[in-house]
């Protein structure tokens, strides 16, 4: 039985900033039909603002931009806009001081971008894997004298679709060391992203940064929160990521050491039967069960496995013994779904549901600032 979902009298509006980006734009699709939020602000560089919508994105979804959003004026990063929080889709290089700039302006910021994802008051939030980070909220809130405002994150695109698969594992057998090699969709890159040139016929064994977060953001995902400080997980970790001409989905392919022995059916087990909270499996964009394990042996496949649960699930294939540790597997994650705008609109949901997100005064409507949604 799942939670009964909460009840909004209102929907809650969300701004996206980086809104014409290629994760804004799935977080704009995904808001078009969402029952507790509304889209009513975008915003992105100079380069868009003061354009409509339509005309400053280079839209790159089948469906055409959603007619909610079309119209809207793209705004500057000045944080002034009419909504209750924000989705941050911002290119790296201004999303730091951006989403500092609103959390001190009382807005709670929804982000995908690494600026603060490593920072010691600021939860990295997969609410499958770690709901209980979001205790870190008051802390940072205190830390940084925000008073409505607070940041909450979601990991790299690649560490997304891991740490999911890893969690179970974790709880069920206790995880030592973790070796992965990533083969990751050119969409992950961004928009224009690696030159064509660059990538077709080709694979490029370097992407900045990447390793470097997927060896780091694993040990804060899957470790605690002890009431002061995040306590990292002393995972052994090792990635090595490429990038491949395929469009979207990273693909993974992954060994294991595990603390306690294990057969593989078990495994296969522990993975297929990962189930959710009844409060998680309340929210919009959660799967009760968000691993799908698949028995084929030339699976997953991008091409094929992309939109499993609608691109929130992690697909895993190839459980097997690994002769240098213990288990080996494949698994494939939707990195512009499940490693960005699906994960940080889960992680609003669940900010919803616990009641961090508040409406804040308006023109057009006269309550007061921050005050609670009724439930
Ligand atoms: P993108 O396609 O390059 O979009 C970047 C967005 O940032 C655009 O809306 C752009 O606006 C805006 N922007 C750039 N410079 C700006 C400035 N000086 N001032 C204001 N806005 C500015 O990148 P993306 O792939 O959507 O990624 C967005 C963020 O999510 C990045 O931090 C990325 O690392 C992270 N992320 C991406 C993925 C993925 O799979 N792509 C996954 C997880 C996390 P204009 O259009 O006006 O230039």
Redesign the pocket.
Known sequence: MSAPAPHFEKKLRAGV?????????RLVSLLAHHPWFELTEV???????GKTYAD??RWHLDAPIPAAARDLI?R??APTLECDFVFS???????GG?EEDFASAGYPVVS???NHRMDPDVPLLIPEVNAAHLEAIPLQQKNRGYDTGFIVT?P??STAGLVLVLKPLAEAFGLEKIFVVTLQ?M?????PGVASLDIQGNVVPFISGEEEKMESEPQKLLGKWNGERFVDAGLGISAHCNRVPVLDGHLECVSLSLKKIASLEEVREALREFEVSSELAALPSALRNPIVVLEQQDRPQPRRDLNAGAGMAAVVGRVRECSLLDVKLTLLSH??VR??AGAALLNAELLAARGFLTRRVSADDGQSLAEPISR
């Open positions: 900033l980086g809104a014409t980006g290629l994760v804004g734009q915003a992105a560089s100079e380069r868009s603002s400053a994105v793209v500057s990063l889709a911002l290119d790296s290089s201004v999303a951006a995908n971008s690494k979601n790299n695109c969709a969409s992950g890159a961004g928009y990195n512009l490693g960005a």
